[in-house]
């Protein structure tokens, strides 16, 4: 009788050993579903971690960290200020998302580079303008006067095709959203070009005759597009401000909820009130 109750109770045991560790997978499966588990104290809490230009991106992003805080997702906001690391570290898995850059420049990154990185949302667009340096209006500009102008391929062509709308150059495509200087046939006042990386060009205008400056940059300047530009892109630009991930994680549950996030009133009244026309809600 002795013999049956011990081997009763350790049968009882092993059931109970077995329902617990069934248990644990099961709470890890599920919290894996909507991103990177916390690790902190609250159970299922997941860390959404999302690459970012400091104005306007990560400034729009920081209005969706009550949002998602709602749903168990603590979305970090990493600040960058180039136009490179925040795909190199989406690609390599450093980061979950970005959210800093055009369509266009998206493409041409990922042939250029052979990077996997996929839109899965459009957000804003940010108008591109032309700024006042040494020479205060377009009508005012010199013969040979010096323009700085964005380095990186699809930017390049974007301010070009500005230039263009301005009837200061001639391209010999106007729908080459990847134009440079060696694209242009006509140049009636023998234009220069000085091609900088974006993000610097807000501290030469003081020593260029213009310059063309992605609305990012200008904001982080005290600029405003809408009041301090010469001339602005029109609203029905091209260049829609995306959020990307690496390809395979676009239905990842936490991004999604970005989505949402960012696709909300909330948020469409947060760009319409905190911009005056410089940023411009996309959906």
Known sequence: MK???LALLLGLTLCLSLAACGGDTAGDSNADDAGTEDGGDTAGTVTLTVAASPTPHAEILEQCVPILAEQGIELVVNEYSDYVVPNTAVEDGD??????????YLEEFNETRGTHLVSVAGVHIEPMGIYAGQTASLEDLPDGAVIAIPNDATNEGRALLLLESQGLITLDDSSNLTATPNNIVD???????????????PSVLADVDLAIINSNYALGADL?????ALAIESSDSPY????????????????QALVEALHSDTI???????YGGAVVPAF
Not at 224 to 228: E, Q, R, V, Y
Not at 268 to 274: K, P, Y
Request: aromatic letters at 8%.
């Open 240 to 255: 829609v401000n995306v959020l990307v991930v690496k390809e395979g994680n676009e239905n990842n549950e936490a991004v």
């Open 3 to 5: 013999k049956k109750l």
């Open 95 to 104: 980061e979950d998302a970005n959210f800093f850059q055009h369509l266009p």
């Open 187 to 201: 140049n009636p006042k023998n234009l220069e070009f000085q091609e900088l990386e974006a993000a610097t060009i």
């Open 224 to 228: 405003n597009p809408t009041t301090d």
């Open 268 to 274: 469409r009244d947060f760009i319409t009130e905190s």
